[in-house]
T-cell receptor, first 111, second 112 residues
Framework: ELKVEQNPLFLSMQEGKNYTIYCNYS?????LYWYRQDPGKSLESLFV?????AVKQEGRLMASLDTKARLSTLHITAAVHDLSATYFCAVAMNRDDKIIFGKGTRLHILP | DTAVSQTPKYLVTQMGNDKSIKCEQNLGHDTMYWYKQDSKKFLKIMFS???????INETVPNRFSPKSPDKAHLNLHINSLELGDSAVYFC???????????FGQGTRLTVV
């Protein structure tokens, strides 16, 4: 069964710093998603990564996918307070209909 | 125009009651889902429907019954509510199975 593990689960960091959130998954998949959730809100799609080596960037966030290592990273550059949220990675199983979510990384950026 | 809309947004009810949550999407997507998010923010898939047909039925109590009258709607009916059912329930849709999912705003269910 597909397992999706994120780390860290909690992250408190200063504005201006860089950091990386990791997402490992246990079985073959070629589709990985990153979502953002603000407290009390819905999930907002950030990135869709569809192939090995895919890299996408939006503002201070950059996501990458290594399907051989079964690893995706979400890199935050020069963090700002507005990026405080919970970030989820989600993986779709091949030939199946499930999208399995990681436990989320609660990111708190101190001003 | 809200792409995926759920009603109600908040639902407080007593144990033993039966309640329904409605979901509609206007994106023309073929697949719809129900997810449960617990107090620790863990998201778990409950059901997946593709073109009104049940595709995924995870291990949820049979007190939970989804109903899809057409591919734009997926409602969730819960019988005999229990305290442990308290959570936020999210509806989502995607163009086809396993593609990017768009989420509704969530329904916060509190069972007292």
């Amino acid at each position: 069964e597909l397992k999706v593990e994120q780390n860290p689960l909690f992250l408190s960091m200063q504005e201006g710093k860089n950091y990386t959130i990791y997402c490992n998954y246990s079985t073959t998949s070629d589709r990985l998603y990153w979502y953002r959730q603000d407290p009390g809100k819905s999930l907002e799609s950030l990135f869709v990564l569809l192939s090995n080596g895919a890299v996408k960037q939006e503002g201070r966030l950059m996501a990458s996918l290594d399907t051989k290592a079964r690893l995706s990273t979400l890199h935050i550059t020069a963090a700002v307070h507005d990026l405080s949220a919970t970030y989820f990675c989600a993986v779709a199983m091949n030939r199946d209909d499930k999208i399995i979510f990681g436990k989320g990384t609660r990111l708190h950026i101190l001003p | 125009d809200t792409a995926v809309s759920q009603t109600p947004k908040y639902l407080v009810t007593q144990m033993g009651n039966d309640k329904s949550i409605k979901c509609e999407q206007n994106l023309g997507h073929d697949t719809m889902y129900w997810y449960k998010q617990d107090s620790k923010k863990f998201l778990k898939i409950m059901f997946s429907y593709n073109n009104k047909e049940l595709i995924i039925n995870e291990t949820v109590p049979n007190r939970f019954s989804p109903k899809s009258p057409d591919k734009a709607h997926l409602n969730l009916h819960i019988n005999s509510l229990e305290l442990g059912d308290s959570a936020v329930y999210f509806c989502a849709s995607s163009r086809i199975e396993n593609t990017e999912a768009f989420f509704g705003q969530g329904t916060r269910l509190t069972v007292v």
